[in-house]
């Protein structure tokens, strides 16, 4: 297995909770915070250049009811308008559950200069990708929905690029919802997470509490052909958080729980690529990865390093946040 190394430590300040990346027009690195780990710190937008310089870009717009933004996946659109999951339930409060957002943030010279809601209301909006004039955004948990096994139910929304203030139920009412899942894993109840397109146009996504990656084939009409397990493998990866697939097709996943990174080779293969025992990431190690992107030829990897439990490695959280480097096979 590899030894993953430090990209770099995040300033305190404004940084201390990383997840969703994308990489900009100009070759930055953009990188979303939530800041889960300390809400007085707004949820912000950073940049990080070829040359590792970080700036704060934008604190991204609250909703007013709540004083919040907690930015998590990240995509940029055909025009440079950056699509957010605000994904204010995460927590868990229950003033927050049902108050997530997706929003396109028009940014000009680092002032936000158009804030759009596309969808508001949603219980656990997560991953985003775009392609072909949609965002495909992960709901991880949609705890409205009572399937008849008694276990975790999750989707994807599909929703137009230029779509606005669509109100979502949280239910299988919303007509925007693409597919949904079923976690089987009563110890780990949580469902659609990292989400990636191969050059096929297939997507695949990760149901987290299985620690599987589910690959959805559509008809010529956009509809769903088909939604099937595609890789899995319980001594190779655990959980799957956030999701990216190199030039040769080789998925990388971020196994939260694990304290991991999983890559999947083209013909459904799981093999472990690196993993660190508990440990508060100074030195590079896998502090809770949560996305990994490639940058530069490299595998970058945000760790979010904030949740602890018996099904997790990680036990406590530490500042400086960091993100961390590997080599991609």
Same mark, same amino acid.
């Given at each position: 297995?590899?030894?993953?190394?430090?990209? +770099?430590?995040?300033?305190?300040? %404004?940084?201390?909770?990383?997840?969703?990346?994308?990489?900009?027009?100009?070759?930055?690195?953009?990188?979303?915070?939530?800041?889960?780990?300390? /809400?007085?710190?707004?949820?912000?937008?950073?940049?990080?250049?070829?040359?590792?310089?970080? /700036?704060?870009?934008?604190?991204?717009?609250?909703?007013?009811?709540?004083?919040?933004?907690?930015?998590?996946?990240?995509?940029?659109?055909?025009?440079?308008?950056?699509?957010?999951?605000?994904?204010?339930?995460?927590?868990?409060?229950?003033?927050?559950?049902?108050?997530?957002?997706?929003? &396109?943030?028009?940014?000009?010279?680092?002032?936000?200069?158009?804030?759009?809601?596309?969808?508001?209301?949603?219980?656990?909006?997560?991953?985003?990708?775009?392609?072909?004039?949609?965002?495909?955004?992960?709901?991880?948990?949609?705890?409205?929905?009572?399937?008849?096994?008694?276990?975790?139910?999750?989707?994807?929304?599909?929703?137009?690029?230029?779509?606005?203030?669509?109100?979502?139920?949280?239910?299988?009412?919303?007509?925007?919802?693409?597919?949904?899942?079923?976690?089987?894993?009563?110890?780990?109840?949580?469902?659609?997470?990292?989400?990636?397109?191969?050059? *096929?146009?297939?997507?695949?996504?990760?149901?987290?509490?299985?620690?599987?990656?589910?690959?959805?084939?559509?008809?010529?009409?956009?509809?769903?052909?088909?939604?099937?397990?595609?890789?899995?493998?319980?001594?190779?990866?655990?959980?799957?958080?956030?999701?990216?697939?190199?030039?040769?097709?080789?998925? %990388?996943?971020?196994?939260?729980?694990?304290?991991?990174?999983?890559?999947?080779?083209?013909?459904?293969?799981? &093999? &472990?690529?690196?993993?660190?025992?508990? +440990?508060?990431?100074?030195?590079?190690?896998?502090?809770?990865?949560?996305?990994?992107?490639?940058?530069?030829?490299?595998?970058?990897?945000?760790?979010?390093?904030?949740?602890?439990?018996?099904?997790?490695?990680?036990?406590?959280?530490?500042?400086? *946040?960091?993100?961390?480097?590997?080599?991609?096979?």
């Amino acid at each position: 297995m590899q030894q993953s190394r430090l990209f +770099t430590l995040l300033p305190e300040d %404004y940084a201390v909770t990383p997840d969703g990346m994308a990489i900009d027009r100009e070759g930055n690195l953009v990188l979303s915070c939530p800041n889960y780990a300390d /809400t007085t710190k707004p949820g912000c937008i950073i940049k990080i250049d070829e040359n590792k310089q970080i /700036t704060k870009w934008i604190d991204v717009p609250v909703l007013a009811e709540t004083g919040l933004a907690l930015p998590m996946g990240i995509a940029f659109g055909p025009d440079e308008d950056l699509y957010v999951c605000d994904n204010q339930g995460w927590s868990g409060a229950p003033e927050l559950i049902f108050k997530g957002r997706v929003l &396109r943030l028009r940014i000009q010279d680092g002032i936000v200069t158009k804030t759009t809601v596309v969808a508001a209301g949603m219980e656990h909006p997560n991953g985003i990708r775009i392609r072909d004039g949609y965002m495909y955004v992960t709901q991880s948990m949609l705890t409205k929905v009572i399937d008849s096994s008694g276990l975790l139910v999750s989707c994807v929304y599909k929703f137009a690029l230029e779509e606005q203030d669509i109100q979502i139920t949280n239910t299988l009412e919303d007509k925007h919802i693409l597919t949904t899942f079923i976690t089987l894993d009563p110890a780990c109840q949580y469902g659609a997470d990292g989400i990636e397109f191969d050059p *096929a146009g297939n997507l695949f996504v990760g149901n987290f509490g299985d620690g599987a990656v589910h690959k959805i084939s559509f008809n010529s009409d956009g509809s769903v052909l088909a939604n099937v397990v595609w890789a899995k493998d319980p001594t190779q990866l655990q959980s799957t958080d956030g999701m990216i697939m190199d030039d040769n097709g080789n998925l %990388y996943i971020a196994d939260f729980s694990a304290n991991a990174i999983a890559v999947v080779s083209p013909d459904g293969k799981v &093999r &472990r690529l690196a993993q660190s025992p508990d +440990t508060d990431g100074f030195h590079g190690e896998l502090d809770q990865p949560g996305e990994p992107i490639v940058y530069r030829g490299k595998l970058i990897v945000s760790c979010f390093d904030l949740v602890t439990g018996p099904d997790k490695v990680n036990t406590a959280h530490e500042i400086p *946040a960091t993100l961390a480097e590997m080599d991609l096979v």
